[in-house]
């Protein structure tokens, strides 16, 4: 594919061409070590969400940092990191027909695979595939906890394909899957906690379920950046899934954590560098980042520093900006926190790594595109 | 870069992995057609916006079939669309700075090269960095006709540039950029062609003082999906620079044109393809098109002939479609139409281009994510 790297390492942030998506480095490290420290005394798993940032890069320095593994939603997703030297893979989500589940069995011949599940024919199309290429998966039950998206919802399902799963032939049953996608970007912070203890308690009966007929339930896995702290209290789960704790977003930013709960502590690290293009009104500037450049599905991005300069407004190729005070100039640049982190990265080729505003690493988004 | 092709050329569509982004070429040629034989019965260029596809092969169809040549929005873009051997462009854009421009004029030895400007002191940084490289630019003055976005204001800084760059040594000034995009997507019919006559008349008193002001004005270029009619039954306008209407999309599906006006013909050529990977609800299935598949800005996409299904929220992976009459099945395929297409296409790596139910065509997203 064609590319444009828009840096050089060395150079001064703001010789970088625009836009662009910045990484402030400092930021990203204290991140990572202080979930990564965290989970170390919680004694915790934490296995990153590679679905945020899409980076070997990025993934290798977690796992420097203690995490297990990572979580991919798409085998070619993690298709890219195993050839990139990670073995151990979870796939948070359902892998159906023959062409993607030849792909997954492939990929665990390099590396632990492991994979969720919601329905029973699908146990049975992993199994007979896995035992033609002669591998073993890992298979994990999904439970939709309150999310509405994938995972049973009966007791007697979860049975069924428990016991499904531990007789086939080349499978292993892991546990549960059991993420609250809805709940991490609830504001409001007791009901946001409702909402996991909604499913700490439908987890718990599901484990008991599990161990009362004969089942056993080794991991349990879930928990995000927006409500990690809860799942980890509950003393049930045994593995966090957090990922846009990385670099955090405009809406991650909104919600508040009460009782000194640690997701105050991380710091925005990700930025599209935008430049002022065009100013022919006093108090209106238009800027060179729109929606090709950063996804406006969870609001509109914020402007680092400048405090009375607003992004208004997206089109394609350009942002609205007011600019009530007309402090902006044609040239000028300026710093946007996405409005939502993961679906922007994947917009991207590259990331610019910024210390002491110069830069100094310039990181391929690896797993861009990755669909399928 | 990493990428997966989701199909094989001769494979049937329900084969083609999923999500994929795919063009129905027949109704591809057929809207190509439609708006080519408008075009030239109403002796006026079309310069096709390539930021749309951002597809090498396409842009070539539409020349094929008589556009003048292709609008950019990014000097990157134009880039691949050169190598590529295309060779008259317009940049329907500003482009400030000496990295930028130095980038322009490098295009400018290898193919025509316009592009806008809003602002004087661009005009001169642009002259001198073309002096340099001895090669020519051809200059267009942008309007703001309304949207609000870049272009200037007063008829005098519009005397004054166009004196600027008719005195430079190496710009060439082409007339004026009188795009309106924010008319493109007003629903009503009226209220659309009420924008349009707004910009005509501010268009027509720019043209009148810069001709009594001794300045020419050789062409006006702007024009929609949404509008071009109107802009075309101006008599002033000399070249339309449509880019949606290869594909269509869902925003552009709301927008009904009244008097049989031609937009009526154009046809929905431009889909995602997904498929059913969770179906635990009876009125509920999950499909894998989320926010890295396809673009929400202007609302959720539309699925495609399942009459009773609809797609009614996203996250970054999945797709919640609602299922009234539970026909879904895990493993069904859907083809969606996306909200918008452009930031969509800017999503993917490839096309997939059907006819009668078979893979015929697998291009690049030659100009995908080139941003700068």
Known sequence: MNTVIPAKIG????????????????NLERNISVLAAYCDEQKIDLRVHAKTHKSVDIAKLQIRHGAV?????????AEVFVQNGINDILITNQVLGEHKINRLTCLAKKSKMGVCVDDP??????????AEQDVHLTILIELDVGGGRCGIRSKQTLNLMAKKI????????GGLQAY???????YDYRLRRQAIEHAVRKVSACKR?????????RSITGGGT???????GSGLYTELQCGSYVFMDADYGKIHMEDKQIINTFENSLFVLTAVMSKTNAKRAICDAGLKAHSIDSGPPLVREARSVEYVASSDEHGVLHDPENILRLGDKLLLIPGHCDPTVNMHNWYIGIRKNRVEQIWPVSARGMLT
């Open 11 to 26: 150079m001064s942030t703001r010789d970088v061409d625009t836009p662009a998506l910045l990484i402030d480095l400092d």
């Open 69 to 77: 593994g990572i979580c991919c939603q798409k085998v070619s997703e």
């Open 121 to 130: 024919a699908n146990v049975e199309e992993l199994n007979r595939i896995a």
């Open 166 to 173: 531990t007789k086939a032939s080349h499978l292993v049953f």
């Open 180 to 186: 609250h996608g809805g709940a991490q970007h609830i």
């Open 209 to 217: 379920w599990l161990l009362s007929h004969g089942s056993s339930c």
């Open 226 to 232: 927006g409500t990690y702290p809860f799942e980890t």
